[in-house]
């Protein structure tokens, strides 16, 4: 018999819940199999089968929380060697199989790529995920695909529309007795991961003095920049210059100027970190995460770029992993990409800052004494006020600005 634990979930995590079984009791199992999908606070992940067998038994079930090392289910395997010994006749017995196979063909499966959290929603509203066209990688099924679905009216037999032949009765009008439309709730369990954001946002609040500082810088060079570089960066490295990277450039230069905000708070003890891990907040389907850009500051525009494209595309596909999960000194969030003018960004722990980046929006600003039409972003920095003075925060967003304003300078300074 072989135990199928709940294995290293990686730095900091230490509880999964079972979202789904990919094999049921009795099935047969191959080295290397997937047998059941966990679901932590940052990422989905598979357990497969060390050993080749049957699945003897299932100890924990579907949306059961469970902790590093607790038994899920076990593989025996001697029951496989039995079985396939079974097929071949001994002497005097005659063979009861018709097949020649040595392993009994596995029945037929419909079984369609999805994330976790999309198969839950299509078996709490029983969509078929079979009938479902995936956006994702490789035609993998997401949660918006499913939701989807749901929307599509119900189609009636054979594609036709039914109409009764006789005209309904007349009836009097009679005034609504209640508001009028769908009125019915929705219950749905929160995710291990929207359960563990809700819960660091609160500590975040709780355990530090976060304040936030604002200030706007004016994107004209930035832009420039791009518009005559744009196709020559992207036919020689295959990938768009965008902003990222430059704010990437100028947090990097602007935290070896004030090392407070690249550092940590550890009991009594401040810990400044002499490397650059700058996480990237993605927007992915199942709540927030926060990729990790490792030693950004020795990476060059077109690394910093190729990483942020792979780490966005990685999180739309559910396959972020937890090692680009772990760690980070440095915390960058873009709310512009959906829209917001202005915010104040939550801090990360243990980091004690973090820069917000918004919208970029054309605004009537002072030029040379003359009023000019520029485009214009509001950045915030929020930091833990424990070890970063409101001095030092007011002069670290504005040394983004200057790097940002004028990026000949940031080049030199980086």
């Known amino acids: 018999m072989t135990n199928i634990v709940v294995p290293e979930l990686g730095e900091s995590v230490v509880e999964a819940r079972v979202a ?30 060390d050993k080749g067998g049957v699945l003897a038994s299932i100890k924990r079930r579907e949306g059961e929380d469970v902790k590093i090392g ?10 496989a060697g039995a079985a396939a010994s079974s097929g071949n006749g001994s002497s005097g017995s005659p063979a009861k199989t018709a097949a020649p196979s040595a392993v009994p063909a596995a029945a037929p499966q419909t079984d369609q790529k999805a994330t976790p959290t999309a198969r839950r929603m299509a078996r709490e509203h029983d969509v078929d995920l079979g009938a479902v066209q995936g956006s994702g990688a490789s035609g993998r099924v997401m949660k918006q695909d499913v939701q989807d679905a749901m929307a599509k009216p119900a189609a009636s037999p054979r594609g036709v529309a039914y109409e009764s032949k006789e005209a309904p009765a007349a009836r009097p009008p009679v005034a ?10 929705r219950r749905e369990r929160m995710s291990k991961r929207r359960e563990t954001i809700a819960r660091r946002l609160v500590e975040a609040q709780h355990n530090a003095a976060m304040l936030t500082t604002f200030n706007e810088v004016d994107m004209t060079a930035i832009m420039s920049l791009r518009e005559r570089r744009k196709e020559a960066f992207k036919k020689e490295y295959g990938v768009s210059l965008g902003i990222a990277s430059f704010f990437v450039k ?18 009594t003890d401040i810990v400044y970190k002499n490397y650059f891990d700058v996480g990237m907040a993605v927007g992915a389907e199942g709540g927030l995460v926060v990729p990790v850009i490792r030693d950004a500051d020795r990476l060059s525009f077109s ?16 396959t972020l992993t ?28 243990p980091q004690v800052g973090i820069l917000g980046l918004h919208k970029i929006q054309g605004r009537a600003v002072p030029v040379n004494g003359q009023v000019a039409i520029r485009p214009m972003m509001y ?31 940031l080049l030199l300074e980086s």
């Open 303 to 318: 690394q910093l770029e190729l990483a942020i494209r792979g780490f966005a595309q990685s999180a739309a596909d559910g």
């Open 70 to 79: 607790e038994l899920l289910g076990v593989v025996d395997e001697t029951a």
């Open 379 to 409: 950045l915030a920095l929020s930091y833990d006020h424990r070890i970063v003075d409101g001095r030092e925060a007011v002069q670290f967003l504005v040394k983004i600005k200057e790097f940002i304003e004028d990026p000949g300078h």
């Open 20 to 49: 789904r079984w990919l094999k049921k009791e009795g099935d047969r199992v191959e080295v290397g199999d997937p047998l059941v999908e966990l679901e932590t606070e940052k990422v989905d992940l598979e357990v497969n089968a």
């Open 322 to 349: 937890l090692d680009d999960l772990k760690g980070g000194t440095f915390t960058i969030t873009n709310g512009g990409v959906f829209g917001s003018l202005l915010s104040t960004p939550i801090l990360n722990p």
């Open 250 to 267: 100028a947090a990097v230069a602007a935290l070896r100027a004030f090392p407070q905000l690249n550092a940590e708070i550890q009991g």
């Open 176 to 185: 609504p007795s209640r508001p009028s439309g769908d009125r019915s709730e």
